[in-house]
């Protein structure tokens, strides 16, 4: 039989952590793998020569979000030229459906500063085609998409259809959780790979309100997780905050019986051992059998940002104030002492177990980029330094320069996950699963779609934490198998063709550089992949390695099978 595609004589990594074989042959037909081996005496439409490259599945990235992006972009970039092949949407619970037509507006706006998106280029690149969350998924099938596509029912947009206008400001009655949780069972019934939500402080919405989620009490917080487990499959996902120590959750998901996806577990100066003692508290639960993950990076987490809209000092109560504001009426604010006097006591003295992006690391936040000439001089060094030269505060320092540019100045801040060595401890921890991309968030502030090739490349080949068969597997199978996402993750028979040509000595990341390609010719933030040679889905090539989707942009699918729990 005739097959559509061979890729021959590569370097196998198959997915499942054994060692690679060497001059391996795949054939794939009708989007799937039907041999693997040496020397297949095959022919087919096209045939690859993969001689001196390597070969794996493609990486399924499960901290996306490409909720609002995917309605305008098909080819879901960067990821899909990242090596990306399956993304899970909907994280932390933000997602847009379902939503109203009345509510819209505030879900766009709460978009813009929970995940650092533009409200221009949401009002303009929004399909809203949709109300529902099963037409949603519909809407997305219809036009098409490069990449294959697991969703989330996402808490706070369930919290703006329900409560309408007091999403954000009280609890919810009990008609009220039944009625999301009604919506939950519909959504898991039209393929919802799970529930998300947060309850982390950091998490806000437009003018500084908590987003919806975080107002959800005890009680409505496990019935939607139940409802969500009522079927015996999906799973849930949650940025922990709050009342959601890993205690508490351990608690529910044993009363829900569902596997539990804990995110953000990130290394912090100010609270040096919290990272690993998470995932500590998280390994014991697994021994109690109970099934949960801490959700880990692989990067540092850097922002680049101005005074317009400081997403890093958001976690700060005292900077609430600056959320609500624009233009004059925000430098007004920013030029206060009492504001700034209550910043930096803050700052200073942080409540206790606070977690939150800054903590007072000053030489960790750098003038980027100044507008004005005789500023030239501060750009591409560290705001302490610069601070102490000129006999300021910090905060004082950073402040008056953005004023003194009409809050212009672009300034990057290397925050949480700073510390190699100690991000070393938590990728390796039994407990972890490597993720946190945050792909299609922040477009302005971070860009790590490339999260699977700098693992590959920095971790894996540059530091040595670990080999490269399990750093597939970490990217591949074994996401495939929490999420218990079928016949994805690995290369072997009967397998969707979602796969990855690579160099195992060249593969990596660029550095970051400005595109303006998002809707109404706004900026955003990319990087190209380095040693990748191809990029299939469901046996169709999607990207050659060039730093853009070039391919077939309708190759993936929405995935709405997933294995239930036993």
């Known amino acids: ?41 095959l022919d087919a439409a096209e045939v690859i020569d993969g001689t001196g490259k390597s070969l794996m599945p493609g990486i399924i990235d499960t901290h996306t979000h490409y909720d609002a992006q995917i309605t305008w972009d098909p080819t879901v970039t960067p990821s899909s030229a990242h090596g990306v092949t399956t993304v899970l949407i909907g994280n932390c619970g933000f997602t847009i459906a379902p939503s109203k037509p009345a509510d819209r507006e505030l879900l766009m706006k709460n978009l813009t500063q929970v995940e650092g998106m533009s409200l221009d280029v949401l009002r ?38 329900v409560l309408g206008d007091d999403a954000s400001k009280r609890v919810a009655t009990p008609a009220e959780v039944e009625a999301m949780a009604h919506l939950i069972r519909n959504g898991m019934k039209a393929g919802a790979i799970g529930f998300a939500t947060s309850y982390s402080p950091q998490h806000n919405g437009w003018g500084g309100i908590p987003m919806p989620s975080r107002i959800a009490d005890e009680f409505e917080f496990t019935e939607l997780v139940k409802a969500m487990g009522e079927a015996g499959k999906g799973v849930f996902m949650i940025t922990k905050g709050g009342i959601a120590n890993v205690a508490f959750l351990e608690k529910v998901a044993a009363e829900a019986g569902c596997p539990m996806m804990i995110a953000a577990i990130l290394h912090n100066s100010t609270l040096p051992d919290l990272a690993l003692s998470d995932l500590n508290e998280i390994k ?33 109560q005292a900077w609430n104030p600056a959320m609500k504001l624009q233009g004059e009426e925000l430098k007004m604010l920013l ?20 977690r939150r992006l800054f903590n007072g690391d000053w030489h960790k936040i750098e003038v980027l980029m100044t507008t004005q000439e005789q500023h030239r001089k501060y750009d591409q060094r560290n705001v302490g330094e610069l601070a102490a030269a000129e006999g300021k505060h910090p905060l004082d320092f950073l402040l008056d320069l953005g004023l003194a540019e009409n809050l212009a100045t672009e300034f990057t801040a290397m925050l949480l996950n700073s510390d190699e060595d100690e991000i070393q401890k938590l990728l390796v921890h039994d407990a972890a699963s490597v993720a946190l991309s945050d792909a299609g968030a922040h477009l302005t502030f971070i860009c790590d779609a490339g999260f699977g090739l700098h693992l590959m490349g920095h971790w894996t080949r540059d ?12 990217l591949t199978a074994k996401p495939a198998r929490i999420f218990r996402i079928p016949k994805r993750g690995l290369i072997a028979e009967g397998y969707f063709a979602d796969l990855l040509l690579f160099d195992p000595a060249t593969v990596g990341r660029s550095a970051r550089y400005k595109v303006h390609d998002l809707p109404g010719g706004n900026s955003r933030l990319h990087t190209d992949p380095l040693g990748v040679f191809g990029v299939w889905v469901n046996g169709k090539k999607i990207s050659d390695g060039k730093g853009q989707a070039n391919g077939d942009h309708k190759a993936g699918m929405v995935i709405r099978d997933f294995e239930h729990w036993s």
């Open 1 to 41: 039989m005739m097959q559509d595609l061979i890729i021959r004589n590569v370097n196998l990594f198959d997915g499942s952590g054994s060692e690679s074989i060497n001059g391996t042959d795949v054939a794939v037909k009708d989007g799937k793998i039907t041999q693997v081996g040496r020397a297949l005496g």
């Open 335 to 354: 030029a206060s002492n009492e504001f700034r006097n209550a910043v930096k006591n803050e700052i200073e003295n942080p409540p206790a177990g606070i």
């Open 124 to 161: 303009e690149g929004i399909n809203w085609d949709f109300e529902s969350f099963e037409e949603y998924l519909a809407m997305i099938e219809r036009q098409g998409v490069a990449v294959n596509v697991g969703a989330f029912i996402g808490h706070s947009a369930l919290r703006n259809y």
């Open 284 to 316: 014991a639960a697994r021994a109690r059998g109970i099934e949960l993950y801490g959700q880990v990076a692989c990067t540092p987490i850097t922002y680049d940002f101005t005074l317009a809209g400081a997403y890093p000092f958001e976690g700060i």
């Open 463 to 474: 530091k040595g934490i670990m080999t490269l068969p399990q750093a597939v597997h970490e």
